[in-house]
């Protein structure tokens, strides 16, 4: 059944979306977290966007249940008041903070709107009114991050509402694709992004929320796939906290009732990442802040002397990465193609998975060389005639699994533990190999169907490496024919600059 899509964003619209991200959040939270190399990579973004959102949807779902449970009674108003109210109040890190204001954005629209709701032609301003509440809860935007790819979807929702009898269908699905687009680019945008070889990962959670804006359009609140979403974000289990590490480096995340640009200095003074955002309380405003900061001692007793702070987490951030030249090598070395666009692709996409690269003989043998110890060669589907040669020549002690594809190789990679041996850590990446079935694929129109035919064998993970031809737009559309065709399966995709197909996909 072809669904009219809607005029303007009711609350039970507001309500399909929150829900709709949460699950996307959540769904694509590994490959966030696996993003997040700026500004520091501690692999939790995709876990705080998911965290803040899961208390943006637990707020409404109390003020529902304050109603007699009554969902979708509510007017987009009041939705948007309380998906703010709860992600301000339960923001997790930076980037939970920048949603927060995105919600608020959204919360002060509907408020402004004459109706109470949001069409074509609020959706612009939402959006513009987003980048604007962005910009000032951070001390030190940067582009090439979430900031960029807010203001690309601003943009080009304006540039489509500006087009005669423009539908709100239009102008989000324009500010999807200009996100998509400017995410592409924020590689190039910053050097930890670039050396990674990977695109931002707050912006990679924006580009998740709108998808789940367009999806949420196309589906009637209230029928069975709206419900399958509801499912899915209230089942899945809670987000956990990010790691801990030895250094004293902390995250403070506090609220705050006292002069905003006093604690803003005062926690520019003490740390980074400074963030401050208004809670939005019509009595008593206060204000929300996140810092990054190795002196929290001082920073506690000084905070607590300028106002009133309640509460106060604290979590112990991981250990700085130290410059590259001192970096243990990695003995878990990628064969890779060298000389081209394919080998460059895949040579940061392996290191920013943890691998050596050897994309010659010479890099092959130096990457044992540094390791200094046992080597795990993965093939990744590359020639391997002369590797034993080249591999006996530096007398290491070395095992080679045979991953078959660049996604085995990847597979392989997941399972790697730092702290096993050698021999069992290449009999786990072996067991993981002989677990995915892969394919290569030529050809933009093939990826889901190929896709499909993996799955129909069985599964539940699906990995999806994609080239330039494809590119990120060509990809949404892959992802969302496959989250409503397999909504179990957990699916992940990555760009390879240079990729020589289309796609390579793998299914475990």
Same mark, same amino acid.
């Given at each position: ?145 979430? +900031? &960029?790819?807010? @203001?690309? %979807? =601003?943009?080009? /929702? ?7 009898? $423009?539908? *709100? !269908? #239009?102008? +989000? &699905?324009?500010? @999807?694709? %200009? =996100?998509?687009? /400017? ?7 910053? $050097?930890? *992004? !670039? #050396? ?19 999806? $949420? ?292």
């Amino acid at each position: 059944m072809t669904v009219r899509t809607p005029d303007t964003l009711t609350g039970d619209y507001l309500d399909a979306w929150a829900t709709a991200s949460l699950a996307g959040l959540r769904r694509h939270r590994a490959e966030i977290n696996r993003l997040n190399v700026f500004p520091i990579p501690d692999s939790d973004t995709g876990t705080n966007m998911a965290a803040t959102m899961e208390s943006a949807v637990t707020r409404l779902r109390e003020v529902q249940g304050e109603a007699q449970g009554e969902t979708g009674a509510h007017a987009a108003v009041e939705v948007a008041a309380a998906l703010a109210a709860g992600a301000v109040a339960g923001a997790r890190g930076n980037s939970g903070m920048v949603l927060s204001q995105i919600l608020r954005a959204v919360a002060d629209t509907a408020a402004l709107s004459a109706t109470g709701e949001l069409s074509a032609r609020t959706v612009p301003v939402m959006l513009a009114r987003a980048g604007e509440l962005v910009l000032d809860a951070l001390s030190d935007p940067v582009e090439g991050t979430i +900031v &960029t790819v807010l @203001r690309a %979807a =601003a943009e080009g /929702a304006r540039d489509a509402g500006a087009a005669d009898r $423009a539908s *709100l !269908s #239009d102008v +989000v &699905t324009a500010a @999807r694709d %200009a =996100a998509v687009a /400017a995410l592409a680019q924020t590689t190039g945008q910053l $050097a930890a *992004l !670039s #050396d990674a070889g990977v695109v931002d990962a707050g912006g990679r959670g924006l580009v998740v929320i709108l998808q789940s804006l367009v999806d $949420a359009l196309e589906t009637e609140p209230g029928s069975a796939d709206s419900a399958d979403a509801a499912d899915s974000a209230d089942s899945a289990d809670a987000v956990d906290s990010h790691g801990s590490g030895a250094d004293p480096h902390l995250e403070l995340v506090f609220g705050f009732h006292g002069d905003p640009g006093e604690l803003r200095a005062l926690l520019e003074r003490f740390g980074d990442s400074v963030v401050v955002v208004s809670d939005g309380a019509a009595d008593a405003p206060g204000s929300h802040a996140h810092v990054h900061t190795s002196r929290s001692g001082e920073l506690i007793e000084q905070v607590f002397a300028l106002g009133d702070v309640h509460d106060l987490r604290i979590e112990v951030l991981p250990e700085r990465p130290e410059p590259k030249d001192a970096a243990p090598a990695s003995p878990v070395i990628a064969l890779v193609p060298g000389g081209d666009a394919a080998g460059d692709g895949l040579a940061a996409l392996f290191r920013a998975s943890g691998a050596a690269v050897g994309d010659s003989p010479a890099a092959l043998t130096a990457a044992v060389d540094a390791a200094g110890g046992p080597v795990i060669v993965l093939t990744n589907g590359q020639d391997t005639t002369g590797l034993f040669a080249v591999l006996d020549n530096t007398g290491a002690a070395v095992t080679v699994v045979d991953t078959g594809s660049v996604v085995g190789g990847l597979a392989a990679l997941a399972v790697y533990s730092p702290t096993s041996d050698i021999e069992d850590n290449a009999e786990d990446m072996a067991d993981a190999v002989h677990g995915q079935r892969w394919a290569d694929v030529t050809g933009d129109d093939r990826v889901v169907d190929v896709v499909g035919e993996l799955l129909a064998e069985g599964g539940e993970l699906v990995t999806v490496l994609y080239g330039d031809g494809l590119g990120d737009a060509g990809m949404a559309g892959v992802e969302a024919q496959i989250a409503a065709s397999h909504p179990d399966a957990e699916f992940h995709a990555v760009h390879v600059p240079g990729l020589t197909v289309t796609a390579q996909v793998g299914v475990e």
